[in-house]
Every structure is written in C-alpha cells, then in structure tokens.
C-alpha cells in the first residue's frame, strides 16, 4: 500500500505520516520536518517530502497552492474546491487534507 511506503528511511517516516502531518495543519517543508523528522537527517528524501507536500490530490494532479488558492477565492466546502479544481472528487482520500486547508485557510 502506498500509504506504508517509507519515505525518510533514515527515520522511518512513512509516506502516510507526512500526510497525517499535513491534515494535522503542517504546510512547509520545516514544519514537516519538525513534526515527523521526515528530512532531517542525510537529506536524501528531501525532494521526495517537498514532493508530497506540494500535492493535495494525486487522482487529478492538484497542488496544494491551486487548494488555497481555490479557498483564499471563497471555496468554503470540499465539493467547492472540487468543482474549482477537481480535487477530492474521484477517490476522496484527500477530502480531509481539504477540510483542514479550509479551515486552517491555508
């Protein structure tokens, strides 16, 4: 499963971590850093980390920057942001990430 893929071998951080991490209201790649250690030790998955937190939907390759910016832009509701940029609107695995974007408005 791709949520137990581990990213940061050097401190056992799983893909799903840094996911939680970012439903958890993480939007840079130090508070990545300092929430899961994702990153912080030879560096060697820092790209593969930035990766993740630049993407909010991998079913329609949306970023996390078109996500604000659908919100900063009124999207106040998941099915909004889905109409703007057709994020959470196939699987939905991504739905929570939304949520707190909306929330947190970042």
């Known amino acids: 499963m791709a949520g137990d893929r581990v990213i940061c071998r050097c401190r056992n951080v799983s893909y799903l971590d840094i996911r939680k991490a970012m439903k958890g209201g993480a939007r840079t790649l130090d508070e990545i850093m300092d929430q899961?250690?994702?990153?912080?030790?030879?560096?060697g998955c820092t790209s593969q980390v930035q990766a993740i937190l630049d993407s909010v939907c991998g079913c329609n390759n949306v970023s996390l920057k078109?996500?604000?910016?659908a919100v900063n832009n009124g999207a106040d509701t998941v099915e909004k942001v889905g109409e703007l940029t057709k994020a959470g609107s196939t699987c939905g695995r991504c739905k929570g990430l939304i949520e707190n974007i909306i929330e947190l408005k970042r």
């Open 36 to 43: 899961t250690g994702a990153a912080t030790c030879c560096g």
């Open 66 to 69: 078109d996500v604000v910016n």
